[in-house]
């Protein structure tokens, strides 16, 4: 027997049956998520997009890579950190024969090997702060053309490494000064301040010559010899004269050598250099850090 059944079939797409049955899987979960504009990271032209808060935002990179320079200076030597107090305890010995000794030039009534090291211990600080710093860029180029951070990290990291070596070597003054007679006065209270001024100015310097150097690299060359050529201006020989004392005020680094040694003999401040020191280093901050800035969309491409 025959029998016809009259059915009503119906035709599913294949598509839209696996469709239907990836959402109903119980494996399987399916998220319409909205379409989001792509975010591209570019420097600013600008020379007022100086974003400090991004700065704050980075300061654990900050810390990182300054004790990286810290661990990279002194990998694989003898003597280590102790290199930190070698280089200006020699530079004292021979400042004391020559000039010192053989020279008799005046120490501002202390013993010149104490007067000599307290001149270079900020002095040592602020020219391999701003040498080290202004060949920042140059060494970490494979870092900046990988990853996005500010890249004003970089050379304040090789200012904050020479922090740690004026820091070892402070140690070295303090036993100077007792073994000298030196006596501690209230003056030392202004150390902080000064130290930080001189690490500013150093932020500075260094921040503009590693943006220069970039570009032209003739500074790597001629940085060295204007370092140079700072340690004969800069009063760290002798006391600089009451007639010359005038040029300090476009000299902001003797002003702050002669503010340290008055804070560590106990001698009257020149606040008239002090003052000086401090607004020249604001404005080279000022300006380094807005012609980094605009400098910096091009780094990627010459490093």
Known sequence: MNVTTSEKRSTVNPSAQNSELTQNSPTATVYNLPEKPLVTLEPSKSWVALNLRDLWHYRDL???????????????????????????????????FFFGQLAGLPS????????????????????NAVTNSGNSLIGNSSLITKVYFP??????????????????????????????????????????????ITALLAIGVGMWMSALNVKYRDIRYALPFLIQLGLFASGIITPIPQNW????????????????????????FDWLALGSAAVVTVLVLIYAAFSFRRMERSFADLV
């Open 151 to 196: 890249r004003m990290v970089i050379p304040m990291a090789s200012v904050g490494a020479g922090l740690v070596d004026f820091a070892i070597a402070f140690v070295l003054l303090a036993i100077l000064m007792v073994y000298y007679g030196v006596g501690f006065s209230i003056n030392l209270l202004m150390l902080p301040v000064l130290v930080v």
């Open 245 to 268: 004392r005038w040029l300090l005020i476009f000299n902001p680094i003797a002003g702050l050598i002669e503010g340290f040694r008055a804070a560590c003999f106990g001698k009257p």
């Open 62 to 96: 900050l810390y990182i890579l300054t004790m990286r320079d810290v661990k990279v200076r002194y990998k694989q030597t003898i003597l280590g950190a102790a290199w930190a107090i070698i280089q200006p305890l020699l530079t004292m010995l021979i400042f004391t």
């Open 108 to 127: 501002d009534g202390v013993p010149y090997p104490i007067f000599a090291f307290a001149g270079l211990l900020p002095w040592t600080f602020f020219s």
